[in-house]
């Protein structure tokens, strides 16, 4: 069965270092998604992506995130100057139509800044 | 209460009970989804229910909708230790999913 991958599943970085947290999705899949769940508190949606321009952003998506799909099968997520609050847990999905349908997510890279 | 919102918040049933767990939102949607996430684990997705869908089976789940009252209910029968996770709804709109609290299962041997 198809599914969304993400690499790498454990990251520990120092507090200001940037980071880059990638996905693959599925591979006819054309809307692309990033989420994040800190510890103990709910999925919260950052951004989704489609035809190469990000499509919505909240209003956690700041200066510091950046997306990017630099080739035709991943997906990336890079903060630029980590924070404390940064660490999390980041789910990337993806679907095939914007609307009615499924989104996959990965199993997540749980991001850990010190 | 806030898109996607759970309840309860927590669960502890005996193994071979059943589990109802409910969802509510706000806003209209496109469909509603629900999850289960073991702990510090990634999510997995259950079932779907579209807007024009009143109810929907999966194996031993069973998941109603009621879109006039914006809520949702997600029902496991005869629960083993296994099913022992969080269960988030997720309303999508537009592809964007915007999950609640999550309700805590604890299903007890």
């Known amino acids: 069965e198809p599914e969304v991958t993400q690499t790498p599943s454990h990251q520990v970085t120092q507090m200001g270092q940037e980071v880059i947290l990638r996905c693959v999705p599925i591979?006819?899949?054309?809307?692309f998604y990033w989420y994040r769940q800190i510890l103990g508190q709910k999925v919260e949606f950052l951004v989704s992506?489609?035809?190469?321009?990000?499509?919505?952003k909240s209003e956690i998506f700041d200066d510091q995130f950046s997306v990017e799909r630099p080739d035709g099968s991943n997906f990336t997520l890079k903060i630029r100057s980590t924070k404390l609050e940064d660490s999390a847990m980041y789910f990337c999905?993806?679907?095939?139509?914007?609307?009615?349908?499924?989104?996959?997510f990965g199993q997540g890279t749980r991001l850990t800044v010190v | 209460s806030q898109q996607g919102e759970e309840d309860p918040q927590a669960l502890s049933i005996q193994e071979g009970e059943n589990a109802t767990m409910n969802c509510s939102y706000k806003?209209?949607?496109?469909?509603l989804q629900w999850y289960r996430q073991n702990s510090g684990r990634g999510l997995v997705h259950l079932i779907l229910?579209?807007?024009?869908?009143r109810e929907k089976h999966s194996g031993r789940l069973r998941v109603t909708l009621d879109t006039s009252k914006k809520s949702s209910s997600l029902l496991i029968t005869a629960s083993r230790a296994a099913d022992t996770a969080s269960y988030f709804c997720?309303?999508?709109?537009?592809?964007?999913?915007?999950f609640g609290d999550g309700t805590t299962l604890t299903v007890k041997p």
């Open positions: 992506f489609y035809n190469n321009e990000i499509s919505e």
């Open positions: 997720a309303t999508a709109r537009a592809g964007k999913s915007t």
């Open positions: 229910i579209r807007s024009n869908e």
């Open positions: 806003t209209s949607i496109n469909n």
């Open positions: 591979s006819n899949h054309l809307y």
């Open positions: 999905a993806s679907s095939e139509y914007e609307g009615d349908t499924e989104a996959f």
